[in-house]
T-cell receptor, first 115, second 115 residues
Framework: AQKVTQAQTEISVVEKEDVTLDCVYE???????LFWYKQPPSGELVFLIR??????QNEISGRYSWNFQKSTSSFNFTITASQVVDSAVYFC????????????FGKGTTLSVSS | KAGVTQTPRYLIKTRGQQVTLSCSPI?????VSWYQQTPGQGLQFLFE???????NKGNFPGRFSGRQFSNSRSEMNVSTLELGDSALYLC??????????????FGSGTQLSVL
């Protein structure tokens, strides 16, 4: 079965704190793609990052960083020095190869950042 | 460049009725996908259209259907509405068809309430 688990339902932090959102996935495919999307209160999902199963290089982009580990089937996302504008629901998603745009989403983690 | 546009933003229907939702993709994008988002089931893939043809379909009953026009605009239809169809319906567009690593651009969705 293909599945994405985001164990953290809600996280609350105070501005400037670092926060890590966890994502664990299950797939038997050897080629697949992983994504993080953000859903602000306006409703639209906003693409943040994608990784393919052959690229375990972790990346830092501004205040965002990602940690992809195939050995533990995890694709975690960290926000450094969080800001109120980061408050949103964050979704991790899996797309097996040849699945087109049929993403398998986790249930999401609601991040609340207070000032 | 205008984003993905979905109309209407809100819709209230009663059980047994049918409903049509509309989606205009980003200019130049030819692939349109639909997702259903509910508190219980989360985000679930409905279908993907490209060049006026359904390319992929999720696990939904036949009451859910869609189509795509020559200008890439898409509509989805739900017939014989049930209470469980109450959800946020999200449309996403992408440049190419069938590419599992393609990032999706989402609209703000249509919030459907079935009474």
């Amino acid at each position: 079965a293909q599945k994405v688990t985001q164990a953290q339902t809600e996280i609350s932090v105070v501005e400037k704190e670092d926060v890590t959102l966890d994502c664990v996935y299950e797939t038997r495919d050897t080629t697949y793609y992983l994504f993080w999307y953000k859903q602000p209160p306006s409703g639209e999902l906003v693409f943040l990052i994608r990784r393919n199963s052959f690229d375990e290089q972790n990346e830092i982009s501004g205040r965002y960083s990602w940690n992809f580990q195939k050995s533990t089937s995890s694709f975690n996302f960290t926000i450094t020095a969080s800001q109120v504008v980061d408050s949103a629901v964050y979704f991790c998603a899996l797309n097996p190869n040849h699945a087109g745009t049929a993403l398998i989403f986790g249930k999401g983690t609601t991040l609340s950042v207070s000032s | 460049k205008a984003g993905v546009t979905q109309t209407p933003r809100y819709l209230i229907k009663t059980r047994g009725q049918q409903v049509t939702l509309s989606c205009s993709p980003i200019s130049g994008h030819r692939s349109v996908s639909w997702y259903q988002q509910t508190p219980g089931q989360g985000l679930q893939f409905l279908f993907e259209y490209f060049s006026e043809t359904q390319r992929n379909k999720g696990n939904f009953p036949g009451r859910f259907s869609g189509r795509q026009f020559s200008n890439s605009r898409s509509e989805m239809n739900v017939s014989t509405l049930e209470l469980g169809d109450s959800a946020l319906y999200l449309c996403a567009s992408s440049l190419v068809q069938g590419a599992s690593n393609e990032k999706l651009f989402f609209g703000s969705g249509t919030q459907l309430s079935v009474l």
